[in-house]
């Protein structure tokens, strides 16, 4: 396959990246984007650029021109990229990417130059080849590989919402306690109250007071909700997100809201799932996102005390 010339390509690592400057000439050339994602420009010095757009590396060329030479300079740039030897990363990414990366790089290796989402789980990724076989994370890519991001095991085994800092899944172990449940979350924000904390099974069981009762056990399952001060009251947004975070309720609240204002989703093939962390038999909505998204009469109103969680599947 011949390689192709994009104005608006990403940048992958073995692509050339082709510099034309109005002013200083000298920079004009050809830069191979190398192993570290970056390329190296004789006075300038290495610029990040992989998986980042031409007209993204045009402004921070220029911006690194103004830097050393105090001038403005225009600068235009294309991106040469031949995408028969790539690699497909998918899964839990901030986005995915086809990437052609250099001769002897395993498939853990390349992964550090991925972002992956705060639920994903690199050292769990899975590797098949052209042909679909299973492929060891050490063992180094090929032309055809797939590399795909799952989320973290752990996320489905205990939840913490409400008045925490950074509420969503985490990780259990035999022997946690209340606190340390919460702890995870980032502690107690600012608006939650630490003497009104509640541990949902089939029941509701508390209030506890971390104070006094921090040290009661949790159960693998169970969803730790901390109550929010003054009334404020909220929903969760976890999983294949931007930013999971708690967001205000408000009777207008939505799926769809609150997804953006968790950054969006990070992975368009997901799916939806909104339930309740305080409404034990409250039905269980699951939908793809994709087929949501584009219906625009489709959506889901909030509750105070729901959790809209996007999954993989």
Same mark, same amino acid.
């Given at each position: ?8 390509? /990403? ?14 000439? #000298?920079?004009?050339? %050809?830069? %191979? ?5 970056? =390329? *190296?420009i ?17 402004s921070?060329?220029?911006?690194? =021109? ?6 403005? &300079? +225009? ?14 990363? /998918?899964?839990?990414?901030?986005k ?15 992964l550090?130059? @991925?972002? @992956?989402?705060?639920? $994903? !789980? ?19 890519? #090929? ?8 989320? +973290? ?5 205990i939840?913490?919402i409400?008045? @925490?800092?950074?509420? $969503? ?21 600012? #608006?939650? &109250?630490?003497?009104?904390v509640?541990?949902i #099974?089939?029941? +509701?069981?508390g ?13 693998? $399952? !169970? ?17 294949? @997100?931007?930013?999971p975070t *708690?967001?205000?309720?408000? &009777?207008?609240? /939505?799926?769809k809201d ?8 990070? *992975? ?8 309740s ?12 996102? %994709?087929?949501? !998204?584009?219906?625009?009469n ?7 005390? !729901? ?7």
């Open positions: 396959m011949a390689p192709l010339a994009h104005a608006d390509q /990403t940048a992958q690592l073995q692509d050339v990246v082709v510099v034309h400057c109005q002013s200083e000439s #000298r920079l004009n050339g %050809r830069y %191979r984007v190398l192993s570290n994602g970056s =390329i *190296n004789p006075s300038l010095g290495q610029i990040v650029v992989v998986t980042r757009s031409s007209g993204l590396i045009q921070l060329i220029q911006d690194k =021109i103004a830097d050393v030479y105090g001038i403005r &300079d +225009q600068v235009v740039v294309s991106v040469v990229a031949d995408r028969s030897s790539a690699v497909t990363i /998918t899964g839990a990414v901030k995915e990417l086809l990437l052609t990366p250099p001769t002897k790089m395993t498939a853990k290796e390349l550090s130059l @991925v972002e @992956v989402t705060d639920s $994903g !789980d690199a050292s769990a990724a899975s590797v098949t080849d052209a042909e679909g076989h299973s492929v060891p994370l050490t063992s180094m890519v #090929r032309p055809g590989d797939r590399i795909r991001v799952p989320v +973290q095991a752990a996320r489905a085994e939840f913490v409400g008045g @925490v800092e950074k509420p $969503g899944s985490f990780r259990f172990y035999d022997g946690m306690s209340l606190k340390a449940a919460v702890e995870s979350a980032g502690g107690v924000g600012p #608006r939650g &109250d630490s003497k009104r509640f541990i #099974r089939s029941v +509701q069981m209030p506890f007071d971390l104070s006094k009762d921090g040290e009661v056990k949790v159960q693998r $399952g !169970d969803s730790i909700l901390v109550e929010a001060k003054a009334e404020v009251q909220y929903v969760a947004v976890t999983g294949l @997100v931007r930013k *708690n967001v205000v309720w408000s &009777d207008k609240l /939505t799926a609150a997804i953006k204002q968790a950054g969006g989703v990070a *992975n368009p093939n997901c799916f939806v799932v909104v339930r962390l305080v409404k034990i038999n409250k039905p269980e909505v699951k939908v793809r996102w %994709r087929d949501f !998204d584009k219906d625009k489709k959506d889901i109103p909030l509750e105070p005390g !729901d959790i809209v969680d996007v999954v993989e599947k």
